[in-house]
């Protein structure tokens, strides 16, 4: 046993790194995207995250209980959510929350003492803020919010659900010297009537059952109703898990299949490879059942281990490297390595297939009388086809011709072959493709469509003679842009709406990324959104701007397509016809602004927007790039074992060759042919899946992504280098043993 | 007649660790253009390891040997290749054709490592293999096969024809056939044949036997009158 694997080590090798990386790249990636979801599950569950947020400036006591009086709610507790600026040098924002009771969306504490709703004095700050501002428990700091201040001490410092992504107006990306979050007791609030704004509620069933019950016994006595799904840090979170699902459900089952596949193409040749010995074993009297526990255990063996140490080693390496890219991003207490079932299927399939082709593989032989099997298996015999019929056969070289009828006749090894440089093409395709969808989405955003240097947000009071002030002296444009919820018959989303006022530094385009004119009267839809609603140029939908509850119905004239914003754009006129208010929310200029306005919040520089956007697809690279490293790893053992296994069984056609005075570089150039027509059969099939499967998983991304697969030249390069670089190199590999090909041996051990 | 091959004083030996095993011990031997020679030996006495170091498939230990005036045993592995293309017709005892390719083809194949036209259904026929050209391998008898093998062997026109137990896997009738033709080749054709063979019998339709035993040769007859290989009692 043990001389038989030194015998074929560099097969069980390959056997034991198949299985390893197929099970390793499939349960760490899974491990990696199902910790995603225990984390938030586990996090939001132990923190009792809220089910849903009423909005409403009336928040009086008889209100309350007409909601706990609703037959689906379960519980309700009352807060005042406020903005604040900290008092510091860059004046960060701070939402402070005023808690009524602390039972929904609780502080997580990591350090100093729990959350006491009696305590006036105290706040429980935003460790991640506290971690940036150097503060510790025992310190004091001072908030200020609508012309209050107020100081108190830090009583304990930690997380809260519903600020695992935080960003704010001055930041696109979590900036934690920035931004942050602190909860106080109500007794902390300088008025004893606190102002409630906000109601948590946990309810049962779903959202739009409880919503309906809102809307029916409150007689939307509230402004708004907000849904787990639609809070930003909830969603947030939510779209970053699917983000890595679609990356990590589809991709890694391609490699387990690949993996499983040529595992077993192998398995099946050892064997076979091997009949002649069984013949003998057999005829020297070994019983059936000795032989096909020897050559069973063979490679099982192998790929037990392999797929053991996959199953071990993959949550172990992969998801701490992700989570690792997440931390940045996510304020969250701890991540979790996800579990799922499937990985142990996945493994025990991998292992009970191994062990099931090597019986059957085996059972085949043995079966056979000794006599039989101690002979090599009749060759299979070749028969002219269709192509050797054509004139135009005789012109092919011998090469061709020889490649040709190997390939026929090993009809299996060459799909194989196929398949795997196939898949590989499709992943590196996909994953680079990736990369160059997150590049155009860039460009499409930051500059077909938003085409200014500056944007100056403006505060939620500012007055028009400031924000004509401000125009003016900057030779801005207005703009608005305000949440909405959008509903076709039976859908409703979330969206943006684009107010546009005779703007030229911001442009409407259409799916082929030119100008779209949208005329004052007209009212596009975004094209995501028209797939989401599932409406169509003609159709009506009814939305409102969050914060009012004034719905209105509009027919959607056009549609424009946007990468990253996903709504309506109208004209400032067809607004005031609809009888909404506008409101300039920004200002766009094509200087760069570095002046303070009053009433500006926050300036965006153009390159502070597309920085903020690389960093945000950082993490996705990561993944990129690991994907797209495993699956050339992937398709150099493969292409190498099957390289591996065909030199086997047409060696000795080669010695033959050599001795009748054919040079090595003839052979290598025989096997280097082959080998290059299966690379370019897989990278032609390839390319176009990849770009199928890139199409899906864009589909996939999110409600607020739009795009349409493209391939670059460069992706197409990039993996047309790194397909072709490897089928040569795994060639290489192979020009050494032609050369070392003992032609007298090669020729004696014959059949 | 001219000296086409001269051993002299050749001398192989095979290391295998510490024990070195000599298989060719002081060989010194000659045969001439056209001749047809049968190399007789029991198993184990130098017979393959003398075809390899002659068909350049194994360099020596020492000693030289010389073929139309070159010294093989000085040449690397290009040049041996280049002798083997130019040189040496191989027949073997298990034909060893390209199962990929048919009859044809196999003969054709030639043209990929010399520089000789060659026409493909010619050489078959003369072999009597009209009618098989496009036949593969598995498709034709053991016979039929060795019969390819020839006709790839000669289509080059090489100096010589080696031939190792061309018959071990043929039944007798279709060997004598098969050494029949490779005699007519010799006589009509002027070819250099060498067979390879521990068959006795062969002897008396050689034109030079060289026996050897245990590395060493043990004797060289030459036949003044030898017989056709169908004149031979089997």
Redesign the interface.
């Known amino acids: 046993m043990l001389r038989d694997i030194r015998n074929h080590k560099i097969q069980f090798i390959s056997i034991f790194l198949m299985a390893f990386l197929g099970v390793y790249v499939f349960v760490g990636f899974g491990a990696e995207s199902f910790g995603f979801e225990e984390t938030a599950n586990q996090y939001y569950g132990e923190t009792n995250l809220a089910d849903g947020w009423i909005y409403t400036s009336n928040l009086d006591d008889d209100f309350v209980d007409k909601v706990n009086n609703l037959s689906l709610t379960k519980d309700s507790e009352r807060q005042l959510a406020v903005n604040s600026i900290a008092d510091f040098d860059n004046d960060p924002d701070i939402t402070l929350h005023f808690l009524e009771d602390d039972d929904i969306s609780q502080f997580y504490l990591v350090k100093g003492e729990e959350f006491n709703l009696s305590d006036g004095d105290g706040v429980w700050l935003d460790t991640r803020f506290a971690e940036a501002k150097n503060l510790s428990v025992g310190d004091n700091i001072s908030f200020t919010f609508e012309g209050i201040t107020i100081e108190k001490e830090i009583k304990g410092l930690g997380y809260s659900p519903e600020h695992l992504y935080q960003t704010s107006d001055s930041s696109m990306i979590p900036d934690y010297t920035k931004m942050g979050f602190a909860y106080l007791s109500y007794k902390a609030f300088p008025l004893s009537d606190v102002p409630y704004n906000v109601l948590l509620v946990k309810y049962d069933g779903n959202s739009s059952a409880y919503e309906k019950q809102l809307d029916d016994d409150l007689t939307r006595d509230y402004s708004t109703f907000m849904p787990r799904a639609q809070h930003p840090s909830y969603a947030e979170f939510q779209d970053e898990t699917e983000q890595h699902q679609m990356m990590t459900d589809v991709i890694p089952v391609i490699f387990i299949v690949i993996a499983m596949l040529t595992l077993l193409t192998t398995m099946t040749r050892i064997i076979n490879n091997q009949r002649t010995q069984i013949g003998i074993l057999k005829a020297l009297g070994f019983k059936n059942r000795t032989i096909m526990f020897h050559y069973i255990s063979y490679g099982f063996w192998m790929v037990l281990a392999g797929s053991i140490l996959g199953l071990i080693l993959g949550p172990l390496t992969l998801p701490p490297i992700m989570f690792d890219e997440m931390a940045d991003l996510y304020s969250i207490p701890y991540w979790l390595t996800g579990f799922n079932i499937s990985f142990i299927i996945v493994t025990v399939l991998m292992v009970v297939l191994a062990a099931l082709i090597s019986y059957f593989a085996c059972r085949n032989i043995v079966n056979e009388s000794p006599s039989s099997a101690i002979r090599p298996k009749?060759?299979?015999?070749?028969?002219?086809g269709f192509l050797e019929k054509l004139g135009l056969w005789k012109k092919f070289?011998?090469n061709v011709?020889?490649n040709y009828?190997?390939a026929k006749?090993n009809k299996f090894r060459a799909l194989m072959s196929i398949f795997g440089v196939l898949a590989c093409t499709l992943i590196i395709v996909a994953s680079f493709g990736c990369m160059d969808g997150f590049d155009e989405m860039k460009e499409w955003s930051y500059e077909d469509i938003n085409h200014y240097s500056s944007k100056l947000v403006l505060e939620d009071n500012v007055t028009s003679s400031q924000i004509d002030y401000i125009v003016d002296d900057v030779d801005g444009e207005k703009l608005m842009e305000s949440a909405i919820e959008i509903k076709s018959d039976d859908v409703k989303k979330s969206g943006v709406v684009t107010v546009l006022d005779d703007n030229d530094l911001y442009t409407p385009t259409d799916d082929e990324k030119n100008p779209l004119e949208i005329s004052e009267s007209e009212v596009s839809l975004s094209k995501k959104m028209a797939q989401l609603l599932d409406v169509k140029e003609g159709d009506t939908v009814k939305w409102h701007i969050m914060g009012s509850d004034k719905w209105v119905n509009t027919t959607v004239d056009k549609i424009h397509s946007d990468p990253t914003s996903q709504g309506i754009i109208i004209s400032k006129e067809k607004l005031d016809d609809l009888g909404l208010n506008y409101t300039t929310t920004s200002v766009i200029s094509s200087n760069d602004v570095y002046e303070n306005y009053t009433g500006v919040k926050t300036v965006f520089s153009m390159d502070s927007l597309t920085d903020s956007w690389d960093d945000m697809m950082e993490s996705s690279m990561t993944v990129i790039y690991l994907l797209a490293g495993f699956a050339s790893l992937l398709s150099v053992i493969v292409l190498y074992n099957l390289g591996l296994l065909s030199f086997t069984e047409i060696k000795?056609?080669f010695a033959?060759?050599?001795?009748?005075?054919?040079?090595?570089s003839?052979l290598r150039k025989l096997l280097l042919t082959q080998n290059l027509w299966f690379t370019t059969i897989g990278f032609v099939i390839g390319v176009p899946l990849g770009r199928e499967v890139l199409q899906y998983l864009w589909g996939t991304m999110g409600d607020s992504f739009y795009l349409n697969a493209h391939i670059s030249l460069k992706t197409l390069i990039i993996t047309f280098l790194i397909t072709y670089v490897i089928s040569i190199l795994v060639n290489l590999m192979f020009s050494g043993k032609i050369?070392k090909l003992n032609?007298?041996e090669s020729?004696k051990d014959?059949? | 007649m001219s000296t086409l091959i001269e051993f002299k004083d050749v001398v192989k030996e095979y290391k295998s660790g510490d024990h070195v095993l000599r298989a060719m011990d002081n060989v010194n031997f000659t045969i001439d253009e056209g001749e047809f020679v049968v190399i007789l030996g029991p198993s184990g006495a130098g017979k393959s390891t003398l075809l390899n170091l002659l068909g350049g498939l194994d360099s020596t230990t020492s000693g030289q040997i010389i073929v139309n005036g070159e010294h093989v045993e000085n040449f690397n592995d290009n040049e041996l290749t280049k002798y083997r293309a130019k040189n040496v017709g191989f027949i073997f005892q298990f034909y060893n054709l390209i199962p990929n390719l048919t009859a044809i083809e196999n003969v054709e194949l030639m043209k990929d490592i010399v520089d000789v036209n060659i026409d493909g259904n010619a050489v078959l026929d003369s072999v009597g293999l009209t009618g098989h050209a496009n036949q593969f391998p598995a498709q034709l008898s053991g016979g039929e096969q060795q019969r390819v093998s020839i006709a790839r062997a000669v289509a080059k026109q090489p100096a010589m024809l080696l031939c190792d137990e061309p018959t071990g896997a043929l039944d007798s009738k279709t060997g004598v056939l098969i050494l029949n033709l490779l005699q007519e080749m010799s006589n009509n054709k002027n070819t250099t044949v060498i067979i390879v063979t521990h068959n006795a019998i062969l002897a008396e339709a050689a034109d030079k036997v060289i026996r050897i035993k245990n590395g060493q040769i043990e004797d060289i007859t030459i036949n003044e009158h030898p017989k056709k290989v169908d004149e031979l009692e089997w």
Do not use: H, Y
């Open positions: 009749v060759p299979k015999v070749s028969t002219s070289s011998f011709r020889w009828r190997d006749r000795r056609e033959t060759l050599k001795v009748l005075g054919f040079k090595s003839q050369k032609m007298v020729l014959n059949e």
